[in-house]
């Protein structure tokens, strides 16, 4: 069955990094749109980047472009996600999942496309 697993999250101060990653088993990592997603205390989920492992088309929501970068290793079935530049704002847990609906990236990230959600990984971004 298709699983995904997130790890690499933790505690850092502003300015900072820190390197995601989404195990996932149960599928080709050839075919599909899978995408990164926070959701903050009191907030909704927010869909951060996505890649398209069908065309390695990207996509940043901007708050995080130019800071964060999707990348992936077929082999290995991992998603990454590199995040500089912490800041505070990027304080959430962080979740990985594939979309169901398209093999590309659109923009925005609809929540709704995706599933197959993983635990999730908390981010903490604090002096």
């Known amino acids: 069955h298709v699983q995904f697993v997130e790890s690499g999250g933790g505690l850092v101060q502003p300015g900072g990094s820190l390197r995601l990653s989404c195990l996932t088993s149960g599928l080709s990592l050839d075919y599909y749109a899978i995408a990164w997603f926070r959701q903050a205390p009191g907030k909704e989920r927010e869909g951060v980047s996505c890649?398209?492992?069908?065309?390695?088309?990207?996509y940043y929501a901007d708050s995080v472009k130019g800071r964060f970068t999707i990348s992936r290793d077929s082999a290995k079935k991992l998603v990454y996600l590199r995040m500089d530049s912490l800041e505070p704002e990027d304080t959430a847990v962080y979740y990985c999942?594939?979309?169901?609906?398209?093999?590309?990236?659109?923009?925005?990230?609809?929540?709704?496309?995706?599933?197959?959600w993983g635990q999730g990984t908390q981010v903490t971004v604090s002096s």
């Open positions: 999942a594939v979309n169901l609906i398209r093999n590309v990236c659109v923009a925005p990230i609809r929540n709704y496309e995706y599933d197959y």
């Open positions: 890649i398209s492992t069908y065309d390695g088309t990207t």
